[in-house]
C-alpha cells in the first residue's frame, strides 16, 4: 500500500506518489498525479488545500500531470 504508514489520513492510486514533510506543529502532504488520466485521492481527515487555503476532507480527483500539496496539524 503506497499511503503507509498515513493510511489512516489519506488514499492515493498506484499511479501518484506521496511525498510527506513534517515540521513539529505541521505535516505536508504532497500528492503527484504521474499519468495522462484523473486520478481519485480520499483525504480521511480535515486537510487544507495550499493552493486554495480552503479546508478539504473526502473523495477528491488530480487533474492529469497535477501535483497537490495538503497541510494539517500534527
Request: aromatic residues 8%; negative net charge.
Amino acid at each position: 500500500d503506497l499511503t503507509e504508514p498515513w493510511a489512516e489520513e489519506i488514499e492515493i492510486p498506484a499511479a501518484c506518489e506521496l511525498a510527506v514533510r513534517e515540521s513539529e506543529e505541521k505535516r505536508w502532504f504532497v500528492v503527484l498525479n504521474y499519468e495522462a488520466t484523473p486520478q481519485r485521492i480520499v483525504l480521511k481527515k480535515e486537510m487544507t488545500d495550499v493552493d486554495t487555503n480552503l479546508a478539504v476532507t473526502g473523495e477528491t480527483c488530480l487533474k492529469p500531470y497535477e501535483t497537490k500539496v495538503y497541510v494539517t496539524k500534527r
